[in-house]
Every structure is written in C-alpha cells, then in structure tokens.
C-alpha cells in the first residue's frame, strides 16, 4: 500500500520507536552523552539515512543493532538487513550545533526527567566558552543552542543564560551563528534573552494534557508557559518559537490535535517528542510504548497544523527542529 511516506522517514520512525540501538565499540570515538531533558546521562549516535537524520540511543539489547565501516553505519534488524546510513557527527551534543546545557541540576521535578536526580555540573562561564571556541573550529557549524535546568530560582537562570549569551556573541566577534535558548520561562525572560543577542527561545510545555501535566510537573503552571509562549512570538516572530511536547504519557491524540492547534494558532512550533523511559525514573510514571504509525499519524496532523496557521518549520535555526535527530520532524521529514 502506497501511504506517500518516504520509506527512509518510515524507517526513522520506526527506530525511535524501538528507543536505541545496540553497537560494537568502533562507534566509541562518535557516541555523544545528552546532559539535558529526558535522555540526560545517556549516550547516542547520529546517522543519516535517505537524508533523514535520527539520533539513536545506544542501548544494552534492542531489536536493532548497528555495526560502522567507514563512516557507513549498516543497522539490522533481528539480524537481517534493515537501512543503511551516514554516520554524522556531533559537534557538541548534535551535528553541526554546539548544544549546551548550563546547569544540569534542577530544582523542579517533572517525572519523566532525570536532571533533577542526576544533579550534575553547573558550567562556568569558561567552560561554555570553550565548547563554543571549539565549535567555532567546524565549519560545519551552523547555530548554537543553549538549554538549562533551574539551579536555583528560574528568574536567576534566565539571567546567567543572558549573560552567557552576551559573552558567546562576544566571542563569536560578529561571525553570524544563531543562538537559541530554552529555559524555564520568567515574566521578562523573552525581552532579556532577546535583548542578549538570542534569536529564538524555547519553552517547553511538556503535555498538552492539563490533568497530565498537574501530575507530571508539579510545581510548574500550564498557563505561565502558555502565556510566555504567546508572548515570545511577540518578541522573536513567529517561526522561532518552540515548545516541546511529549508522547507517550497517556495523553490522547484528541488531546495533542486540539493542543497544537492552541500553539500553533499562537504562533508557537511544537516539537513532539516520543517520551523515552529513563531507568533513574522507574517506577515513577507511566510511559507507554509510542507505535512508528502514531508518531507519522501526529506528524502528518501537526505539518496539517502547521500550514494552517502559515508556520514555517524550515525557517527555524537553533535546536531540535533544525536538528530533527529525536523526531519526525514537519518541513523535513513530511510536508
Ligand atoms: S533533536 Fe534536539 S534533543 Fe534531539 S539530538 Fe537534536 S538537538 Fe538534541
């Protein structure tokens, strides 16, 4: 049956659905450890299969298994041949961005995240400079991209965010690389970012289930992000103002339809990610498996969506939707 989707988009999809794949050491040189969000602590590759970029999770035992020569990664399934790919490499964190987390602590405990339990590092001023210095060094380089957790209070963050954002374009001395932060949103965090040198923000509203979103992030308000989101597209312009969305955590596709429709119709992109189960929030939450054919099903309704509401996902610069590496993405997975 012909379903008009791209059989490397099929197949993208069907890796993140299976979560990861497992791999021999000559991928070592090339895995890459996520230090935000929901794959915090865990390591990945990149490939490029048919022009479709997906991050895949390295994982002790899965269905697919990856082996690399040159830089050709051959992925089986079961033990059968399956796709055949491009090992991409990540600059920091993802191919062709410099993607830093600033505080991988978090005051806050959204259930699916590990940051609050890992609480790791805080980077110094220094530290994000260098990774920005040596990604300057790529040529590849297209944008950087900033993300961190609430080390103390969000109004404190936004701040340190907007002063290392002041710094990096010092640094950059005029080079026109993009720079994308995604923070928890403060009431001026959208003049101050923007104000620093930042083109684009992101704040996550994690579900577009209320009820859900009681439970999965307590402490956090719905409505607040909601509002700085509308109120980001005022100061960054539409295209370049996201949110992601999680899937998987009992939500409807009702529910996520009638949600992008709210974002989108506030100029607002949604990302929607396949929420992954983390072994440090076991027992935690409830996280179901997410079919190859649900996540096409909400792509294909959010591109739908999209065009409606004369949002561009093509036009975005910094962060997952340029990178696509986690999800199927509108603009450059499906139209
Ligand atoms: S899609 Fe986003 S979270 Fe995933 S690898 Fe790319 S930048 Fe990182």
Redesign the pocket.
């Known amino acids: 049956m012909d379903t008009g989707i791209d059989t490397a988009v099929r197949k993208k999809a069907e890796l993140i659905e299976a979560g990861g794949v497992t791999v021999d050491s000559s991928f070592d040189p090339f895995k890459s450890r996520s230090t935000a ?1 929901p794959g915090a602590g865990l390591e990945s590759i990149f490939v490029d299969i048919g022009g479709h970029r997906v ?1 895949l999770g390295v994982r002790p035992s899965s269905r697919f298994s990856a082996t690399l020569r040159d830089d050709t990664v051959t992925i089986s399934a079961d033990g059968s041949f399956y796709a055949r790919g491009r090992l991409e490499q990540a600059i920091a ?2 191919p062709r ?1 410099v ?1 830093i987390t600033v505080s991988e602590k978090c005051i806050f405990d959204c259930r699916f995240c590990p940051v609050p339990k890992l609480q790791g590092k805080i980077k110094t001023d220094e530290e994000v400079l260098s990774l920005v210095r040596d990604g300057m060094k790529c040529p590849d380089l297209t944008a950087i ?1 900033i993300t961190s957790g609430v080390w103390r209070t969000p109004e404190e963050e936004v701040e340190k965010v907007a002063r290392l954002v002041r710094l990096i374009r010092k640094e950059l001395d005029g080079r026109d690389v993009p720079i994308g932060v995604s923070v928890y949103a403060t009431a001026d965090s959208s003049e101050q970012l923007k104000e620093a040198g930042a083109v684009e923000v992101k704040y996550n509203v994690e579900t577009l289930d209320r009820e859900l979103f009681e439970k999965v992030c307590p402490g956090l308000s719905f409505d607040h992000i909601v509002d700085a989101l509308e109120h980001a597209v005022a100061v960054f312009g539409k295209n370049h103002v996201f949110s992601n969305v999680l899937i998987g955590m009992g939500e409807t596709d009702e529910t996520v339809v009638k949600g992008m429709e709210m974002l989108a119709s506030k100029g607002v992109i949604p990302v929607l990610r396949k929420t992954s189960p983390h072994p440090l929030r076991a027992g935690e939450i409830y996280i179901e498996p997410v079919t190859a054919d649900r996540l096409l099903k909400l792509a294909a309704e959010e591109c739908r969506i999209l065009k409606k509401f004369g949002l561009d996902p093509t036009k975005a610069l910094t ?2 939707v340029p ?5 199927i993405t509108p603009g450059h997975d499906l139209y």
């Open positions: 969000g991050r964190h993802c961005q993607y991209s962060g997952c990178c696509t590496g986690c999800d």
